[in-house]
């Protein structure tokens, strides 16, 4: 038995109801993926470090960023957060998140020097 199906009428209006489920459900999620990305720029991440004069001691990760928008109740894989580097340094930085192919939200994370 083959993956193929003959042309019947049924089989055609059956085709064509499941192409058009498919693009209802990608018109919701691109719809979704908008408005999280409405939230994400509204969204501001603080963390603060531990720092000496000399030294910073951790750093802001990925998987921190993932974390704090799944709370926010925007679920996110690491590998869709632009970091290239974790964030090792004080003040205020930009991070992109990919949502959708053409939807990148921008999510401003604000690190804190807390001195010992």
Known sequence: MGLATRATPAAVR???LQKEAAIRDRDAHLA???EH???LDSLEFRASLKTTEKKTYGSVTAHDIAAFLDVQGIPVEKSH???K???KSA???VVNIKLAPD???RLKVLVLSERE
């Open 14 to 16: 059956n085709a064509a």
């Open 32 to 34: 979704r993926m908008r």
């Open 37 to 39: 990305q409405k939230k």
């Open 81 to 83: 957060i632009d970091l």
């Open 85 to 87: 580097h974790p964030i």
């Open 91 to 93: 003040g205020e930085h």
């Open 103 to 105: 939807i990148i939200g």
